[in-house]
């Protein structure tokens, strides 16, 4: 997984799980939810004109669709990080860092996703890596830090005269 013979390690590239899946199953939801809706909505009331026409059950479904997209934007974001820096994409915004603004690597015991400490005393939330998803968080953190850990022994060592 890591290139120790070359002292890099390898680029990662972290996406959340449970949030993912769940995100689709509840965008699913949503659709066959909307369509059962657009279903039901057919008929009159005693005889008297069609309560809901065609454009509303099609507008229906579309709000299904909509209320699914957003659902899966809970599933957006992702970390790619390799020996330069670090591309932080959450669910609204995002940050690409070289690894030299980088303080620290940060999963506080209690905190729902990991964050990256700066040398500006500024917070990046990396919603990438969630504590729901218990082991693949802690490989991720372990290989974010890997790669940071990498970054500073080789900015700080002497023989690359930087």
Do not use: K
Not at 7 to 32: D, K, M, N, T, Y
Not at 91 to 109: H, K, M, S, T
Not at 110 to 125: F, I, K, P, T
């Amino acid at each position: 997984m890591y290139g120790r013979l070359t002292g890099v390690s390898e680029p990662v590239q972290i996406r959340p799980r449970r949030i993912r899946i769940a995100s689709w199953i509840a965008a699913a939801v949503c659709v066959l939810a909307s369509i059962a809706l657009a279903a039901a909505l057919s008929g009159s009331v005693a005889g008297g004109p069609e309560l809901f026409g065609p454009a509303d059950r099609v507008a229906t479904v579309g709000l299904g669709v909509v209320g699914a997209l957003a659902v899966l934007a809970l599933g957006r974001p992702a970390v790619t990080a390799d020996q330069h820096g670090v591309r932080v994409r959450n669910i609204v915004g995002g940050a690409e860092l070289p690894w030299n603004v980088v303080r620290a690597v940060r999963f506080d015991r209690g905190a729902s996703c990991a964050s990256l400490e700066l040398h500006d005393d500024d917070v990046v939330m990396v919603q990438a890596v969630q504590a729901v998803d218990r082991e693949h968080a802690v490989a991720a953190i372990r290989s974010l830090r890997r790669l940071h850990a990498d970054h500073q022994s080789r900015t700080q060592s002497p023989h690359t005269g930087g």
